[in-house]
Structures are given as structure tokens and as C-alpha cells.
């Protein structure tokens, strides 16, 4: 009988700032992943979208009252929810492969 060896975990992958708006929005583009970002004035918020087959995915994104102003979305909201919906709908993609977190 061979002796047992040592066993390690594997190493959680460690989490990546998600790129900025721009590079997203350039890297779908790129990987032909149809999406967009749109103002709803009545809503007062700003939606991003991703296609996907004959769905759309769809998050809406409101300003925030700081003080007595408001405060637009932050694009790197954003980024981030379009970044992980793209890697979750397509992850075949050139986009999905080229940002894996995934060592």
C-alpha cells in the first residue's frame, strides 16, 4: 500500500476589479455579444442590456441623493453587472475567455 500524500486545496481564485465600462463595452463588441446601455428619464435611471438568443437580460440602475444633490450611477456598476452577465451567458466567448478569473 502507498503511502497517502499531501493534499492542498485548490486556491480560490482571487477576485479581479472588473474592467472599466469602456473595455467591456469594446470586448462584447469584439465578441459580437449585443448589448447596451440606455437613460429612462421617467424612471430616472440608466439600463443596461445583453442579448441573449431571443432574451434580454436587463438591470436598471438609479442615481442616489448625496446630500442635496443627486448622484448618477457609477459606470463601474455598470461594468461589473454587465462584465458577470456576459461571463455567465456566454462563457465561450472570446470575451469570457480572455477576462476568466480562473486560474
Not at 1 to 18: N, S
Request: hydrophobic share 35%; proline share 10%; net charge negative.
Amino acid at each position: 500500500m502507498q503511502p497517502f500524500g499531501r493534499c492542498y486545496a485548490r486556491p480560490m481564485p482571487t477576485p479581479l476589479t472588473p474592467p472599466t465600462l469602456e473595455v467591456v463595452l469594446q470586448g462584447l463588441h469584439d465578441s459580437e455579444i449585443r448589448c447596451g446601455i440606455q437613460n429612462e428619464p421617467q424612471a430616472g435611471g440608466i439600463t443596461a442590456w445583453i442579448d441573449y438568443g431571443s432574451r434580454t437580460e436587463k438591470a436598471t440602475f438609479y442615481g442616489t441623493i448625496v446630500g442635496d444633490r443627486q448622484v448618477w450611477p457609477a459606470a463601474d456598476r455598470m461594468a461589473a453587472w454587465m462584465h458577470e452577465t456576459a461571463s455567465r451567458l456566454f462563457p465561450e466567448s472570446p470575451y469570457a475567455k480572455v477576462h476568466s478569473t480562473e486560474a
